[in-house]
């Protein structure tokens, strides 16, 4: 294959600048095919379907999470040498697009239904072209290297005709019917949704108690009630009955009786049914059948008509009587009013009802009797749940199996019909001549019945969901038998939010069985929320949202993408701060400035890049380095395999900034100074370690560190095989050399790290000058030969004059700083960190004035009437501050004594 052109300047630039650097690599990339797979015969492929982000605007930072995490898994498993596939594409997102384009014309002056519904859906087609590719074109900023060849999007011709052959199939099976049930109707979007597009928001409402007059009957004198509780008043309209509990002894003797419906006064019956919550208001309530799920079921079970009193506007029907044409809630005030001039109010309490918003507008949802279509889910659902139980599908993070578990277990039919005109059209056709309904695979031209010619196309469209639960094998060319669907089905991974395990990873499951036979993936990888610095869900209104576009404007997409990868864990929320971006744009700096450093300083020594398990270390930072390393490179591996990519990032950022650049760098900086042979194995350290850690960040970072390694390879094997090793995007995973681990250089080097980062601290508590060299008396016991070969890097890298060694002493110098390393006693003589007249002079100075302050509260605090008068909390502060003052005059003693005052 051709490889495309990127090739880097002759030296690294002094500063690093992401806008220079990333446009120009991801078009190497995409054009240089390295996004395709690469059959490996060997390997199991690696595919990923991307959730498709819906093709209504910019994307978010959940759109960015998603993208990092499953690019980290798919860069990752590339290296491997595996066969990746990452599946890109957008859904349709019905409802939502539906409204965007409507909001468009309506600025315009027009509607949909002035235009017609062709010309209206060729409207959605342009705008629809417009952002797609925005989308995409906003995904390759991310840097997400999937295959933009396989790119799909939900109303494509071949998904269009998967979700034909699935609704066709579906019916055909009698898993799918039309029926009139309640379903949730938003007046707003004028459609039904289903249970998971509704939103329960606890709201402060109140419980009106309501009398109901009984019908007279022989032998009762004077007029009887029977009260019932509701949060929804204006629905006693379309009350058909009043249902007990037949246990609850307070109404056994009423059940069979009629009560007179207030206002209306219709006669409806008092019915026993073991649904009614005993417990709940005065444990009778008013059935209508029309406006609530549970009175629907009372309803079928009792033969209850269904009177719909609230429209499909949210206004009030003819059935209502003198409120008809009323808004819902005007209607309520206006009828509790009515009721309690009537005297039949008995009492109203303030009480939370959990009101239903449609997700989409935020409109609140009417439970309404509709004709709509629907998929049974309890066939579907048994599957799933098996795949689960039985571990043929894992959950990550495993806590997730329950709620999993506890929906399909409780699992209602599905309503699929939309009442819209963007979305995939029912493939349903209605004779005008029988009657009858021709369900079809291909557009029919009569009907199947009678042979009529007179059919018409049922209006509605389907739930955008039911399009994308079929993605992970839509997408690969089902219902025909594809080489992509035998090759890369069923895909490795799914990665979404765990916020729609319902709405679309269960379904996915249920599909996949159903349709494929077999799981569509074997892990579910769920991430938590991206929320604001404060914890809170970012939205418009509270003017909290973070455009990913912005944040890798100013830090670059890199720093975005640690961010965001190691600032999580699975399945938790995460804040996304500001400082962190930061931190991690310095993090690519620091990258960029320790590989400049590597490829000045090691210039024209020694050769090439040598393998890992090649190189022959000489000294103890040596053998320490390689074996840091190694265990990094087991534990990232092992890490990122059960998928706690955070943790495997931070080890990464660890082990570059602290072991290679603030160590081993900066020792590399003696060791070049010793004979060739030192040097050269140096130089061949730096480069292979600096290789090594790209590699491992590459998939965390992929920008940064492609350009570095570019210039790497380039300064150090100028003529390195051609494509695709020509790119550290396919470049090998690096492996764990189990020749270079030395628990023992682990062991020996970290007493060498305490002694240095011992004297280091002194140093800076007695604020010597940076330059100056200081005397340092050591002893060491049986690690003497290890600290005289560690002599050089202790002058070097804590500012000493040659340490004096020594096993033990026999006596402790006088006017020295003590310090403890393990079990190296390190005594520092005070007089070369020092001026000591000075110091002494200081120190008398301070604890003049702490003993002169500890005397002022000594007489404060013997003074009767103070301590008398004074609050008990204040005269506790003050006993606390001469506590405090006399330990720092205890110190201050103690400081002057070493220094032999």
């Excluded at 979404?496 to 269960?506: E, H, K, M, N, P």
Aim: aromatic share 10%; hydrophobic share 40%; proline share 6%.
């Amino acid at each position: 294959m051709e490889k495309a052109q990127a090739v880097p300047t002759a030296s690294l630039p002094k500063t690093y600048e992401p806008q220079a650097v990333e446009g120009k690599w991801y078009r190497f990339w995409e054009e240089g095919g390295y996004f395709k797979p690469r059959p490996n015969p060997s390997r199991k492929p690696f595919v990923i379907s991307m959730p498709p982000p819906n093709v209504t605007g910019a994307l978010h930072l959940g759109h960015a999470i998603t993208a990092t995490v499953e690019d980290i898994l798919i860069r990752y498993h590339r290296m491997l040498g595996d066969e990746t596939l990452w599946v890109p594409g957008e859904d349709h997102a019905g409802i939502a697009t539906q409204t965007v384009v409507e909001r468009l014309l309506a600025k315009e002056g027009t509607d949909r239904h002035k235009l017609g519904r062709e010309a209206f859906v060729e409207r959605v087609w342009q705008w629809v072209h417009q952002y797609k590719h925005r989308i995409q074109d906003q995904h390759r900023r991310l840097g997400a290297s999937c295959d933009w060849s396989h790119e799909r999007f939900t109303l494509d011709e071949g998904l269009s005709k998967a979700v034909r052959e699935v609704f066709v199939r579906l019916y055909e099976e009698g898993l799918i019917y039309r029926g009139e049930r309640i379903i949730n109707w938003c007046p707003r979007c004028m459609s039904a949704i289903s249970d998971l597009e509704v939103n329960h928001v606890d709201t402060p409402g109140k419980l009106t108690y309501v009398r109901y007059p009984l019908k007279p009957v022989e032998g009762h004198e004077g007029t009887e009630y029977i009260s019932v509780a509701t949060t929804r008043p204006e629905t006693i309209l379309g009350d058909t009955a009043i249902a007990v509990n037949p246990k609850d002894p307070r109404y056994k003797d009423m059940i069979g009786r009629l009560a007179i419906l207030p206002v209306i006064g219709r006669e409806i019956p008092i019915v026993g049914d073991e649904a009614v919550d005993r417990a709940f208001g005065t444990g009778a309530v008013k059935v209508t059948p029309a406006h609530d799920p549970v009175d629907f079921e009372i309803g079928q079970r009792h033969q209850l008509p269904a009177i719909q009193v609230i429209g499909f506007d949210a206004k009030m029907t003819p059935e209502a009587g003198p409120y008809a044409g009323q808004d819902r809630y005007e209607a309520r005030k206006n009828l509790v009013a009515e009721l309690e001039r009537q005297g039949l109010i008995v009492k109203i309490e303030d009480y939370t009802v959990p009101l239903g918003h449609c997700q989409r507008c935020d409109t609140v949802v009417e439970p309404l009797i509709s004709k709509q279509w629907f998929v049974k889910m309890a066939p579907l659902a048994t599957p799933a749940l098996g795949a689960v139980k039985y571990g043929q599908i894992r959950i990550v993070p495993e806590r997730f199996n329950k709620t999993y578990t506890d929906w399909l277990e409780n699992i209602h039919d599905w309503t699929i019909s939309r009442q819209l005109w963007w979305g995939h059209r029912i493939p349903v056709w209605y004779c005008d001549s029988c009657g009858e309904m021709t369900v079809s695979r291909e557009d029919p031209s009569a009907c199947a019945h009678c042979g009529s010619e007179a059919i018409h196309q049922d209006e509605d469209v389907l739930d955008t969901w039911f399009s994308s639960w079929l993605w992970p094998f839509s997408t690969l060319g089902w219902p025909e038998r594809t080489d992509d669907l035998l090759r890369y089905y069923p895909t490795s991974v799914m990665e979404t939010g765990y916020d729609i395990i319902f709405f679309w990873v269960a379904r996915m499951v249920m599909s996949g069985i159903h349709f494929m036979g077999t799981i569509p993936f074997d892990t579910i990888y769920l991430h938590g929320l991206v929320r604001d610095a404060k914890g809170e869900k970012m939205s418009k209104s509270k003017n909290n949202v973070i455009d990913p576009l912005d944040v890798m404007d100013k830090f670059g997409t890199d720093a975005l993408r640690f961010t965001l990868a190691t600032s999580s864990t699975p399945g938790n929320d995460m804040k996304l701060i500001e400082d962190r971006i930061i931190g991690n744009r310095n993090f690519a700096n620091k990258i960029w400035n320790a590989s400049r450093f590597v490829l000045m300083s090691t210039a024209g020594v020694g050769e090439g890049i040598p393998a890992i398990d090649a190189v022959q270390p000489q000294t103890l930072a040596d053998r320490w380095i390689l074996h840091r390393l190694a265990r990094l490179v087991q534990s990232v591996t092992r890490l990122i395999d059960d998928f706690q990519l955070g943790e495997a990032g931070r080890q990464i950022n660890e082990f570059f900034w602290s072991d290679y650049c603030d160590w081993y760098v900066e020792i590399s900086k003696v060791q070049m100074q010793g004979d060739e042979h030192l040097r050269e194995t140096t130089a061949g350290i730096l480069r292979s370690v600096l290789d090594q850690s790209l590699r491992l960040l590459h998939p965390f970072m992929p920008f940064v560190t492609e350009e570095v390694w570019q210039h790497l390879y380039q300064a150090c094997v100028p003529e390195r095989e051609a494509w695709p090793a020509s790119a550290l995007i396919v470049a090998a995973w690096p492996y764990a050399d189990a020749l270079a681990l030395d628990e023992n250089a682990e062991q020996q080097f970290a007493l060498v790290q305490e002694v240095v980062t011992r004297i280091r601290d002194a140093r800076n508590q007695m604020n010597v000058e940076p330059a100056r060299r200081i005397p340092a008396i050591m002893a060491v016991g049986a690690a003497l030969a290890m600290f005289e070969e560690q002599t050089p890097l202790i002058e070097f890298l804590a500012r000493t004059e040659k340490p004096q060694l020594f096993s033990e002493l026999a006596e402790k110098p006088e006017q020295a700083m003590s310090l403890l390393a393990g079990s190296v006693e390190i005594y520092l003589p005070l007089a070369g960190m020092l001026d000591l007249a000075k110091e002494l002079e200081r120190l008398n100075k301070e604890i003049a004035q702490a003993q002169q302050e500890v005397g002022r509260l000594q007489g404060k605090l013997a003074n009767e009437n103070f301590v008398a008068k004074a609050k008990p909390e204040v005269v506790e502060r003050e006993r606390e501050k001469l506590a405090a003052q006399e330990e720092r005059v205890g110190k201050l003693k103690e400081r002057r004594a070493e220094l032999g005052g």
